[in-house]
């Protein structure tokens, strides 16, 4: 059962999502005139965000303002398609606490500047992340790894408090930590590990709560979108999160509130069998929600094979049907508020920046790379029309 407070946190939250994000609203306000990038940039209707919004769901991107930069059209359909945007790398440690002795945000700031001028809200991401088989990442720095443990559990604290505290009342979602557990779904030992098991978790969670009673505070992974080990111990970690409670003042009143609102289904999955079927999907759902924890889709996009640079026909009709067939399980279920894709355009994408992890593969967007709709996106078109009866 939702408890009143977090159902209090989703409608102030709902409130943030959509404030006057009215279609109207939709034309960009400065660089290049509005008109001039509105025929310049590929356009499609309706939107994404107005899909969402009938289907009361919320629907975003990750977001690299450097892109932007290089191209307006980024910028451009990201905020006309999208009504929430997650800062894809600036809210990593390696980004907020790159040295020691100051946490900075500038990087973040760029996205939420962007968000704000189109009234659109934002989320923030994996916080407390050590992507051990990824070290070439650099996700953690190495200052950080060279503290001793109880040094490096009170930045942890820190981090967290001060990231979130910061960015208050501008956030609905915040994916506080962020892979903890392997694939048996045991507690990975990683740089942020200073328990031994899950108690350095709770403490993340208790510290962005008491920085945030309002937000929704998710643990986020991978591999444990349908049913089996992981998402087993996914679900048990989550439930003991759920139970314990801080009390915090939320609109003047001290209430004791659960420091963990659900769990982020990363989505990042292939076509067949590479990744979870859609009913294990829906059943992982329900047993969150049966324990009172919402979901979202944090991450999703849909790998397929790439030769020569090229995705064939076959393979686009497959992408279309994963993406509605997946989208349609976040819609169906009233404990799900929405999907943020992990980017959108073929252009731009982490499959492809990582090409060791994912060779042979890519094209994993709902857009091309010059921004025009691939069947991808009238999949989630038609996952977000049929709402609950998708
Ligand atoms: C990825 C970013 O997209 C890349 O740009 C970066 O080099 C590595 O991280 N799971 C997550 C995301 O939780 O934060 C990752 O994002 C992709 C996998």
Redesign the pocket.
């Known amino acids: 059962m939702v408890s009143v407070v977090a159902a209090l946190a989703l409608t102030i939250t709902t409130v943030l999502v959509h404030p006057a994000g009215t279609p109207r609203s939709v034309a960009p306000r400065s660089g290049v005139a509005a008109h001039g990038l509105g025929a310049r940039c590929p356009r499609f209707g309706p939107t994404l965000r107005m899909l969402a919004r009938r289907a009361d769901k919320t629907v975003g991107t990750?977001y690299r303002p450097e892109y932007g930069t290089a191209d307006p059209c980024y910028r451009w359909v990201a905020t006309r398609e999208f009504g929430s945007l997650t800062p894809?790398?600036a809210t990593?440690p390696n980004a907020i606490a790159a040295r020691p002795g100051r946490f900075a945000f500038d990087a973040a700031e760029r996205v939420f500047r962007v968000a704000r001028a189109r009234h659109l809200c934002c989320q923030l991401?994996?916080l407390v992340?050590d992507?051990t088989e990824?070290p070439e990442?650099g996700?953690v720095p190495d200052w950080i790894r060279a503290l001793p443990p109880e040094r490096r559990h009170r930045l942890m604290v820190d981090l967290v408090s001060r990231t979130v505290r910061r960015f208050r009342g501008r956030v609905s979602h915040v994916?506080v930590v962020?892979?903890a557990l392997d694939a048996s779904g045991r507690v990975r030992p990683t740089t942020w590990n200073t328990t031994g098991d899950a108690r350095y978790i709770a403490d993340a969670f208790r510290a962005a709560r008491r920085a945030d009673p309002k937000a929704i505070l998710l643990y986020?992974d991978?591999g444990a979108e349908g049913l089996g080990s992981k998402s087993d111990a996914v679900l048990r970690l989550a439930r003991w999160l759920h139970r314990q409670r801080v009390r915090v003042r939320v609109d003047g009143r001290v209430r004791a509130v659960p420091i963990l609102d659900g769990v982020g289904l990363?989505m990042?999955v292939g076509l067949g069998t590479d990744g979870p079927s859609r009913l294990d999907v829906r059943a992982n759902i329900r047993r969150l929600a049966a324990a009172g924890l919402r979901v979202r889709f944090?991450?999703m996009d849909v790998r397929v094979p790439v030769a020569a640079g090229k995705v064939s026909a076959r393979d686009l009709r497959r992408q279309r049907y994963r993406y509605r067939s997946l989208v349609a399980e976040c819609l169906r279920a009233r404990s799900c508020d929405g999907v943020t894709f992990?980017?959108f355009t073929d252009d731009h994408s982490?499959i492809t920046?990582?090409p060791s992890s994912f060779s042979g593969l890519g094209g994993a967007s709902i857009l091309d790379e010059r921004y025009r709709a691939k069947p991808a996106r009238e999949g989630v078109v038609a996952a977000f029309r049929a709402g609950r009866s998708g």
Do not use: D, K, L, R
């Open positions: 990750a894809e790398i990593f991401h994996a992340w992507p990824h990442w996700i994916t962020n892979e986020n991978y990363q990042h944090t991450e992990w980017g982490w920046e990582h």
